[in-house]
């Protein structure tokens, strides 16, 4: 169990470029989480998947961003067009195939975007 | 949605004290987890406890479901402890976090 990674760490960007952010979950792990966390908040839910499926997106999840996990495996956050409240922590979390609907999430590091 | 409620906001401790931390929320919940975020941003899983009461080393938690409240006590607190702590709760899959509550243990 080598944990949930996430890459980069750190992104600064100018306002209007696109960024793109990958998270890898743990290996047996087939639900996949992105949150939002901005300074002195707590993490805000963004999108979830259930192996390659998109299931759940929140509100907060702008047409600028879209979240991909295209085999089930890791998964990618990209932000078009990034604007300086897009600033944040971005989190990626992953939990275990388990019965029922709720479960433990194990989080990333995150990654700390700047926009200019 | 839920909504979750933690405090003290902000509790400093020497060294060696005890502490409770409180989470409430809104709403039947289940899924309850307590997070631990050190200086570096990493959000470490303490407890996953939708109800009932766990213990692991100096740290605690306690939630009562019925009563839509969780509790987390933090023993012979050391500086290491420092912090933020998150309470978390879910119906389904999007967990809504709490404010939080930043410890700071003095030596």
Known sequence: DTGVSQDPRHKITKRGQN???????????????????????????????????????????????????????????EIQRTEQGDS?????????????????QYFGPGTRLTVL | GIQVEQSPPDLILQEGANSTLRCNFSDSVNNLQ??????????????????????????????????RY??????????????????AVAIFRDMRFGAGTRLTVKP
């Open chain 1, 19 to 77: 960024v793109t952010f990958r998270c890898d979950p743990i290996s047996e792990h087939n639900r996949l989480y992105w949150y939002r966390q901005t300074l002195g908040q707590g993490p805000e839910f963004l999108t979830y998947f259930q192996n390659e499926a998109q299931l759940e997106k929140s509100r907060l999840l702008s047409d600028r961003f879209s979240a991909e996990r295209p085999k089930g495996s890791f998964s990618t956050l």
């Open chain 1, 88 to 104: 944040a922590m971005y989190l990626c979390a992953s939990s275990p195939r388990r019965p029922g609907i709720s479960d433990t």
């Open chain 2, 34 to 67: 307590w997070f631990h975020q050190n200086p570096w941003g990493q959000l470490i899983n303490l407890f996953y406890i939708p109800s009932g009461t766990k213990q692991n080393g100096r740290l605690s938690a306690t939630t009562v479901a019925t009563e």
């Open chain 2, 70 to 87: 969780s509790l987390l006590y933090i023993s012979s607190s050391q500086t290491t402890d420092s912090g933020v702590y998150f309470c």
